[in-house]
Every structure is written in C-alpha cells, then in structure tokens.
T-cell receptor
Framework: QKEVEQNSGPLSVPEGAIASLNCTYS??????FFWYRQYSGKSPELIMF????GDKEDGRFTAQLNKASQYVSLLIRDSQPSDSATYLC??????????FGQGTRLTINP | GAGVSQTPSNKVTEKGKYVELRCDPI?????LYWYRQSLGQGPEFLIY????????DSGLPNDRFFAVRPEGSVSTLKIQRTERGDSAVYLC?????????????FGPGTRLTVL
C-alpha cells in the first residue's frame, strides 16, 4: 500500500504571499501525481497533474516534482482569500485508484 | 455538461439498518470509483468499476459493503447492518478512461450519519 504524507496544517499565509504545500510519498516507482483542492463541505476538484521531474506551471499554481527525494509540492503565487481550502495530494496505485494524503488546510488572511 | 451526481446528499440512519447510496457518473465515462472520507482525512478508496464489472474492490472494509453497476452507468453502494463507524462522506468519482493519468471527477458526496 502506497503512503502519501502531508502536513495537516493549518497553514496560514497573508494575502498576496506565496503559499507552499508539500507532499511526500513512499513508493519510489510512482510516476504521476495529482493536486486536488477541496473547499469545506464540497468535493475535491483537480487543480494540477504532474508526471515529470521539475516544475509545471498553470496560472498562479506551480507543481514541483522531485522523484529522487520523493516529494511533490504545490506553490500558489499571489495568494487570494478564495484559495483558502484543503489541498489534497494523490498518487495512483495500480492502474486506477488514487491514494490520498490527509490534506493540508490552507488559510489566506486578508 | 452535467457532472457526477449523488443521491441522497445526506442520509441519517440507525445502527443496524441497511442503506443504499447512488452515483450517476458523467455521461460517457466508463470508469467509476467510490471513496470514503472521514473528517480531517483524505478520501479512502473503496471500489472501482470498469463498465459493469468491479475491477478492484480491495478497499471495501468488510462484507457488509457491496456495490453494483448493472448497466455500466449508475452505481449503487450498499451497506448492510450499518455501524456508527460507517459515518463518513461517501464520494463517487468517474473518469473517461482507465489509465492512472485520467482525471477523476468527483461528485458532491453523500454524508452518511449512523446513530
């Protein structure tokens, strides 16, 4: 069983700053990684997918993958109060099912 | 287009009762997943369907849990003899394909409370 670890937080960041969220995983063979955002009382929604070492940018979001160190991170630039949510890191196990971390609760302070 | 829908949104039941939770995936999505999410935790995999068959049911906690997808679209998760520990949000997700890189789209969930 793969394991995915996240700091549960809460992580508090002032508006306009960079929020940095980290995730480590146990299986060195893992190839792809997902970041989901979950607002309180809502379902998870995909915000980033990364499978190559290095950085992947999408708007204010950047995912960084370091397979040698077995961690993947998510950076949110110019943080907005609407970014306040729980961020879930997920790794596929087998062909289809996702193994999720416990999530990091992020609060952006105006 | 319409997303994944789940009914009911909330279900309160008494210990020992039987419950059914329904999931209607995105039209055209062949893969369907059930997850369970407890408070403060990430979703935990229960079962995966490819078409009508359960391709992976390794996450079902015990034989009180069962799921079907008879026509390859709508799925029903069935829980017999419910226990208080079954209380959680049950999430359904669907994806177009069956590769690990295919995006899973989640429904709003059913919040199950067992008294």
């Amino acid at each position: 069983q793969k394991e995915v670890e996240q700091n549960s937080g809460p992580l508090s960041v002032p508006e306009g700053a960079i929020a940095s969220l980290n995730c480590t995983y146990s299986d060195r063979g893992s190839q792809s990684f997902f970041w989901y955002r979950q607002y309180s009382g809502k379902s998870p929604e995909l915000i980033m997918f990364i499978y190559s070492n290095g950085d992947k940018e999408d708007g204010r979001f950047t995912a960084q993958l370091n397979k040698a160190s077995q961690y993947v991170s998510l950076l949110i630039r110019d943080s907005q109060p609407s970014d306040s949510a729980t961020y879930l890191c997920a790794v596929p196990e087998g062909a289809q099912k996702l193994v999720f971390g416990q999530g990091t609760r992020l609060t952006i302070n105006p | 287009g319409a997303g994944v829908s789940q009914t009911p949104s909330n279900k309160v039941t008494e210990k020992g009762k039987y419950v059914e939770l329904r999931c209607d995936p995105i039209s055209g999505h062949t893969a369907l997943y059930w997850y369970r999410q407890s408070l403060g935790q990430g979703p935990e995999f229960l079962i995966y369907f490819q078409g009508t068959g359960a391709a992976d049911d390794s996450g079902l906690p015990n034989d009180r849990f069962f799921a079907v997808r008879p026509e390859g679209s709508v799925s029903t998760l069935k829980i017999q003899r419910t226990e208080r520990g079954d209380s959680a949000v049950y999430l359904c997700a669907s994806s177009f394909g069956q590769r690990s890189t295919d995006t899973q789209y989640f429904g709003p969930g059913t919040r199950l409370t067992v008294l």
